[in-house]
């Protein structure tokens, strides 16, 4: 079992920049590939972006690329999502999780922990 906890969201400006970090404890989290989702109300789980285990190589949706950027700290089982010049329509619940399958991947149903969740919210 592993739990996800994510903190660092809040209220920020259009043009602004947020840095969520997500905390892993029980099995190590660097065995899995660590991820962030986001949804509004009303709408599916979409996927933002996703990182090896090795931090090596990451993946991002199309509309976070170049504004987004995941990273790793396998040492203190944490990830990071860095946003810059984020938009209005970034506005949503983010979601850390974890996957033990060996590519990163883009779909919801790959991951095997998820977070509580953390408000992100983009004031235009």
């Known amino acids: 079992q592993v739990q996800l906890v994510e903190s660092g969201g809040g209220l920020v400006q259009a043009g602004g920049s947020l840095r969520l970090s997500c905390a892993a404890s029980?099995?190590?989290?660097?065995?899995?590939?660590r991820g962030w989702f986001r949804q509004v109300p009303g709408k599916e789980r979409e996927f933002v972006a996703a990182?090896?285990?090795?931090?090596?190589?990451?993946l991002y949706a199309d509309s976070v690329k170049g504004r987004f950027t995941i990273s790793r700290d396998n040492a203190k089982n944490m990830v990071y999502l860095q946003m810059n010049s984020l938009k209005p329509e970034d506005t949503a619940v983010y979601y850390c999780?974890?996957?033990?399958?060996?590519?990163?991947?883009?779909?919801?149903?790959?991951?095997?922990?998820w977070g509580q969740g953390t408000q992100v919210t983009v004031s235009s």
């Open positions: 999780a974890a996957s033990t399958r060996g590519l990163i991947m883009s779909s919801s149903n790959d991951y095997n922990y």
């Open positions: 029980g099995r190590t989290g660097s065995n899995y590939v």
């Open positions: 990182i090896r285990r090795s931090g090596g190589n990451a």
